[in-house]
C-alpha cells in the first residue's frame, strides 16, 4: 500500500518519501513519526504515544521531539507556522492533516500525475507527467516478508508451532537494522492463501521473501525453510531443520536463531552482488555502503583501504547513516589489527568516535553496539567493552560476531570457561558467515591463554582452512605447536605463516596484540612463538 498526499508518496513498506521527482531523505526516527501520524490521522496522537512509539518510551528531552517534529514538517515542505500537514493541537498532541489517498501499489494502478511506480523492481519512478525517466531509489533496506508457516502435521492443534517460529523470525531479524522486516498482522493477513510467493511479496512490497512449513508428530519436528528473491523469484538459500521435542520451546528458540543467522548473511551477500554489478555513477550512500563491506569481510590490506575510502563517500553522502559509521570504525580497527597501520592514538580516537556516533544515531542496533564494544576494547576500557558486548547479544541472540566479541573480551578477563561457549554460539550460527574464520581464530586464542595448547592448535588449524582466512590463525597455531614441542608439525607450520606473512616476528606480534589486557598472556603468546623458532626482530 502506497499512501500520496499532496506532491508526495509516502511508502511504509519500503521506508521511503518521495516528492515529484527526488526522494526526500529522512532520518529514522523522523520517517517514523511520519508514518505513526499517518496511519493514526483519524485522531490526536498525543505526546506520550508519540514518545512509546518512536522512542520505545525512553525518557527524551522536551527539545528531542520538538527537533523530531520540526524535521518531519520540513521533509513534507510543512513548517510551524503553516501546519498544512501536521497541525499541533494545543496541550493534546499532533494530527496529520493533509488529504491522504491510499494507493494500489500493482503495477497498471492510476496514481497522481506525476508518479508511477513499478513493484517488481527495485526503484520507485517520478516524472513531471506521468512519462518521466525512472530514479534509482537510494538509501534504501531490502525489505523482507516472513510468510505463516504451513502447517504439514494433519493436526489443526499444532498451528501454533509454525506460527510461534515465523513471529520469532520476525521479532529477531527485525533486530537487523541493515533489514526492513513486513510487521507480523501484514504477513499473517496472507496467512492460508495459496498462490505465487512472488505475487504475494510484491503485494507486502518485500524484496525477499521467507516461507517455510513445520511438521510436528508426536515427539519429531521437521522445519523446512526458503529465502526467495521477490524480483526474480530465485531460491536464494534454503535447509531443512530435524529435531527431537522435548522441550518445545528451547527447539523453537534454537531453529529460529540458526535460520535468522543464514538469512541475514544471505541476502547481504546478494545486495552486495547487486550493488557490484552498478555502474560506478549510480552508486550512493546504500550503494556504497554495501560495496564496501564487500572489500571489508576479503580481509586483504588493500580492500580494508578501499572499504574506508568507500564508507567515507557513504557518510559523506549522508551523514546519519548509523550503519556507515559503524563499519567504517570496524575497518579503522581491523587496519591495526590485521594490517599495517600504525596502532595510533590518532587512528584509535578516531574508530571510537566514529563508533560513537553510530550510537548516537541508533544505540539499538546490535552491529553498531559490537562495533562499539570493539572500538572501546582498542582504547583499553575493558569493563565498557565487555558491558557493550553483552548488550549487543541482548539486542540480537542470532548476531554470530556479537558471541564472537564476547567471548573474546571475556577471555581477556581470565574467564575462559565462560568464554567457550560464545565461541561455540558463534560458529554453530555462522556457517555462511564471510569472517567465520574469525571465530575459530579467536577460540584458537583462548584456549591458548588458558594453556590448553592442542586445542589452540586444532581451532587455529580449523580456521586456515576457511576461505579468505587471515594471517593470525597461523600464527596462533605456530605459538600453541611452539609451546607443545611439536617438532614434526612446527617446520609446515613455520612456513605456512610466513607464506601468508612474509616477515613475522615476536615483535611484530607484540605491536599487533596491543590490546591484550594481561601483560602475562601476551607474554604467553610470544613464549610460544619463540619456542616455535620465530625471531625476536
Known amino acids: 500500500m502506497l499512501y500520496a498526499f499532496d506532491d508526495y508518496l509516502l511508502d511504509f513498506a519500503r521506508r521511503e518519501v518521495r516528492c515529484r521527482d527526488a526522494a526526500v531523505p529522512s532520518e529514522p526516527q523522523v520517517f517514523d513519526l511520519i508514518v505513526f501520524l499517518v496511519r493514526h490521522r483519524d485522531r490526536v496522537a498525543t505526546l506520550d504515544e508519540i514518545v512509546e512509539h518512536i522512542w520505545d518510551g525512553r525518557h527524551v528531552s522536551e527539545s528531542t521531539i520538538r527537533n523530531c517534529i520540526n524535521a518531519a514538517r520540513k521533509t513534507l515542505g510543512d513548517d510551524g507556522k503553516r501546519q498544512r500537514v501536521i497541525r499541533t493541537i494545543p496541550r493534546r498532541g499532533l494530527r496529520f492533516v493533509a488529504e491522504v489517498r491510499e494507493l494500489d501499489a500493482a503495477p497498471g494502478h492510476d496514481l497522481p500525475d506525476g508518479i508511477k511506480t513499478d513493484t517488481s523492481s527495485r526503484h520507485v519512478a517520478l516524472g513531471s507527467g506521468g512519462g518521466g525517466e525512472q530514479v534509482e531509489r537510494i538509501d534504501r533496506r531490502p525489505v523482507v516478508a516472513v510468510l505463516p508457516f504451513v502447517n504439514l502435521s494433519g493436526d489443526a492443534a499444532q498451528e501454533h508451532v509454525g506460527d510461534g517460529i515465523c513471529e520469532d523470525i520476525i521479532t529477531i531479524l527485525a533486530r537487523h537494522r541493515t533489514l526492513s522486516v513486513i510487521a507480523r498482522n501484514s504477513v499473517f493477513a496472507f496467512k492460508g492463501r495459496a498462490g505465487d510467493v512472488r505475487q504475494t511479496g510484491q503485494a507486502l512490497g518485500a524484496d525477499y521473501v521467507v516461507e517455510g512449513s513445520a511438521r510436528r508428530v508426536h515427539d519429531d519436528l521437521r522445519v523446512t525453510v526458503h529465502l526467495i528473491r521477490t524480483a526474480t523469484g530465485q531460491l536464494i538459500w534454503s535447509d531443512l531443520f530435524d529435531r527431537q ?35 560506478p555513477s549510480s ?8 560495496l564496501g563491506r564487500t572489500h571489508l569481510y576479503r580481509a586483504t590490506r588493500s580492500d580494508n583501504s578501499e572499504a574506508q575510502r568507500l564508507l567515507r563517500q557513504a ?7 548509523a550503519s556507515a559509521n559503524a563499519h567504517l570504525s570496524y575497518a579503522i580497527l581491523l ?12 587512528r584509535l580516537t578516531e574508530a571510537h568516535d566514529l563508533a560513537q556516533r553510530a550510537m548516537e544515531l541508533d544505540d539499538q542496533d546490535a552491529m553498531i553496539r559490537f562495533v562499539y564494544g570493539r572500538a572501546l576494547l582498542a582504547r583499553c576500557d575493558y569493563g565498557s567493552a565487555l558491558h ?6 541482548a539486542l540480537n541472540s542470532a548476531l554470530a560476531i556479537g558471541h564472537c566479541g564476547l567471548g573474546d573480551s571475556l577471555a581477556y578477563e581470565g574467564r ?32 591458548l591463554f588458558a594453556r590448553q595448547f592442542r586445542l589452540a592448535a586444532d581451532w587455529a588449524r580449523k580456521a586456515t ?17 611452539g609451546h607443545l614441542g611439536a617438532e614434526d608439525e612446527l617446520p609446515s607450520a613455520r612456513a605456512a605463516l610466513l607464506e ?21 598472556q601476551l607474554d604467553l603468546y610470544v613464549e610460544g612463538l619463540k619456542k616455535a623458532g620465530l625471531p625476536e626482530g
Open 335 to 346: 587496519s591495526m589489527l590485521y594490517f599495517e597501520a600504525e596502532p595510533e592514538e590518532r
Open 416 to 447: 575462559y570457561e565462560e568464554s567457550f561457549p560464545h565461541f561455540q554460539k558463534a560458529i554453530e550460527l555462522s556457517p555462511h558467515d564471510p569472517q567465520r574464520w574469525a571465530y575459530h581464530a579467536y577460540r584458537a586464542l583462548a584456549h
Open 245 to 279: 521435542v522435548e522441550d518445545l520451546f528451547e527447539v523453537q528458540d534454537t531453529i529460529t536463531q540458526m535460520i535468522v543467522a543464514s538469512i541475514e548473511p544471505r541476502i547481504d551477500s546478494t545486495e552486495r552482488a547487486l550493488v557490484q554489478r552498478k555502474k
Open 465 to 481: 582452512h576457511i576461505p579468505n582466512c587471515h594471517y593470525w590463525p597461523y600464527a596462533h597455531r605456530v605459538a600453541a605447536l
Open 315 to 321: 557518510i559523506d553522502d549522508d551523514p546519519e547513516f
Open 388 to 393: 557493550e558486548l553483552r548488550g549487543a547479544v
Open 500 to 520: 601468508r606473512r612474509p616477515g613475522f616476528t615476536c615483535s611484530l606480534a607484540r605491536k599487533r596484540l596491543f590490546y591484550i589486557r594481561d601483560a602475562e
Open 283 to 290: 552508486l550512493r550512500a546504500w550503494d556504497l555502503f554495501q
